[in-house]
């Protein structure tokens, strides 16, 4: 049952926290990470209603904004409801309490997981926000059923997409009366669930590109970290007679330095027509750019 309600008690209410390490790393990504994830939890918000009836409409609202952290003060907002006897009862605050019940819990589940590899796992998610429905009492609405797996995977996804504008000592929470829960910046979609159920439209090209690197491959047995368009991107470089030089110290590449190289891409777009992945192959290495001195020196402090 949801917790009992006086009329001025505020219901729907949560902060979006992006904690970030101060003085350094481009101040932008901060502000671009909490843009992508309040336009996720809405989407998220979205999908979690529309089980209850096509015409429950539901938004959030900014309450505030304070500064140290950047935190986003929001709230769940019940705009229309799907018939009268539902608006002329006291079901606003069940849903407002439900929908904050089921982001900790979409969230939390995310924090556990390195990837998701099966669109199957999903199920244990549908599970437990069926679970918070009908201990909120939300199944009174009629022809309430969980939200589907690719709309719960879309929604995850962005939040995902939204995390990599984070630098590594940068985090992110959603906190509520309901308590804590972070956002895992680690978790990963298989490049299979989003090529299989995610994706209406694949564009693949080759060019030249300058990627900023975060963390080599020393081993030469997994991917690049790389920095692009101000976003995490990791990347096979298949240039095998420059990988043996680099693994043999004929030639030296830093974090913070940068390479040239030809680069075949292919990104992802989902059926809203946003992109929800890239995948980044080198094909060639043309040159290394050296980062400046000043600032080598801080990335390796």
């Known amino acids: 049952m949801v917790e009992k309600m006086n009329d001025e008690q505020e219901y729907g209410l949560f902060e979006l926290v992006v904690d970030f390490k101060k003085g350094s790393g481009d101040p932008s990504r901060v502000f671009k990470a909490m843009t992508g994830l309040i336009e996720s ?111 719960l995977l879309i929604d995850i996804n962005d939040i995902r997409n939204s995390l990599t504008n984070l630098e590594v000592d940068d985090y992110a929470k959603l906190q509520s ?19 299989e159920y995610l994706t209406r439209e694949k564009i ?46 004929d030639i030296s590449v830093l974090p913070g330095d940068s390479i040239r190289a030809i680069v075949k891409e292919e990104v992802s777009y989902g059926h809203n027509n946003e992109v929800i992945g890239m995948h980044f192959e080198i094909l060639r290495v043309l040159e290394i750019l050296p980062a400046p001195k000043q600032k080598q020196q801080l990335l390796l402090k």
């Not at 199957?120 to 918070?132: G, M, P």
């Not at 009366?177 to 090529?195: A, H, L, P």
């Not at 790389?226 to 110290?249: E, G, T």
Request: net charge neutral; glycine share 2%.
């Open 41 to 151: 939890v809405q989407s998220l918000d979205n999908h979690l209603s529309s089980p209850l009836s096509p015409n429950v409409k539901t938004t959030i609202v900014l309450q505030d904004i304070q500064a140290g952290s950047l935190k986003a003060k929001l709230k769940n907002v019940v705009e229309d409801l799907p018939n009268e006897a539902l608006k002329q009862a006291e079901v606003r605050p069940i849903i407002g309490y439900f929908l904050l019940k089921a982001k900790h819990k979409v969230i939390d589940w995310c924090s556990d997981k390195k990837e998701i590899t099966d669109k199957n796992e999903i199920k244990q998610l549908q599970s437990e926000i069926k679970r918070i429905a009908t201990e909120t009492d939300i199944k009174q609405i009629p022809a309430y059923t969980e939200p589907d797996a690719e709309s």
């Open 177 to 195: 009366d309901q308590g804590v829960s972070s956002f895992n910046k680690k978790m990963e979609i298989s490049t299979e669930i989003i090529r």
């Open 204 to 249: 693949t090209s080759e060019g030249e590109k300058i990627l900023k690197v975060k963390k080599p491959d020393y081993l030469g047995y997994s991917m690049w970290a790389f920095r692009y368009q101000n976003k995490s991107v990791d990347a096979k470089i298949l240039d095998d007679n420059w990988l043996k030089d680099f693994q043999s110290k």
